[in-house]
């Protein structure tokens, strides 16, 4: 089985930090989102993979290239015109073996074995409340899909496409990407990988859902602070410092730098990181970043940034009431 996993988009909801370092490669609970995404595919035993890059595409590739050996294509979308259309530029890197589709922004934690021993086409499904920002898939009565919906408006199911997708005949996505591009098919102005499955569905492809309860976005900062929470639940180890107090779960990074400060709970200091005077809870510190004198909560802090907070000096008489939340 071949990963396809697209990357190239621009990552216009985490500016600032998508300004200087492309998303899959903003840190979540001690590495890169991408880090995470290989990790989990080398587990189950996937060692090919297709990553189409596009924005900042080179810092990527050097990510990859530095920390994994296994068998990587890059292939280039030169712009963002939607996810059926980055499928369809890495048409070159697959033939008759199945595919996994698996969007570069989105942590999984999902057993795959199910996937394997698929003779059909699968598609990853979560139920959600409200299904209009998701593409979704509509069910018959014996269990496969009868058709996929993207962005629907009205009320169609609330089985949303997560972005797993098992792909059994990748020659006929192929086929059925070829035909979206050449009679222009778009969606919300996208060529979208929904209206390929649908052609493939028109022209016979069978397709079943499998349950994905495992899936954290990592696409805007409150998500990515939901999945770095997450995965430092489950990752986290004991760690405990000279001149801090440690509150669990959280992640340090060996050569972070912490001084007379407060760490955790949910909280991630990467690589050369220095917090100092600080209590810093729910947050990411990236690679480089500098806090000092700072009450942080929620926050994001990017590669190399700088924060200097300060000591509040008061002179409160009795019975006064000073709150600063
Ligand atoms: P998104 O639309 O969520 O990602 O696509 P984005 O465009 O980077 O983010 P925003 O909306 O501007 O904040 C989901 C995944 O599909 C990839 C993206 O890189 C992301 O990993 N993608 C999307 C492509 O590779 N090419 C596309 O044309 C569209």
Known sequence: MRAIIPVAGVGTRLRPHTYTLPKVLLNVGGKPILGHILDALIAQGIEKATIVTGYMRKLVEEYVRSHYKIEVSFTKQDESLGLGHAIWVARKTFDSEPLLIILGDTIFDVDLSVLKKSSISTIGVKEVEDPRRFGVVVMNKKGRIEKFVEKPQDHVSN?????????????????????????????????????????????????????????????????????????????????????AVVVPPVYIAKNAIIERSVIGPYATVADGATVIDSVVRDSIISDGATVTSSLLESSIIGNNAYVRGNFNRLNVGNSSEINYG
């Open 159 to 243: 089985l949303a496409i997560v972005g797993l997708y098992y792909i059994s005949h990748p020659e006929l996505l192929r086929g059925c990407l070829e035909e979206l591009l050449k009679k222009n098919i778009k969606t919300q102005g996208e060529y979208q990988l929904t209206d390929a499955l649908q052609l493939m569905k028109d022209k016979g492809e069978e397709f079943s859902t499998f349950p994905v309860e495992g899936w954290f976005d990592c696409g805007k900062p409150e998500t990515l602070l939901n999945t770095n929470r997450y995965l430092l639940d489950k990752y986290s180890s004991n760690i405990s410092l000279k001149e």
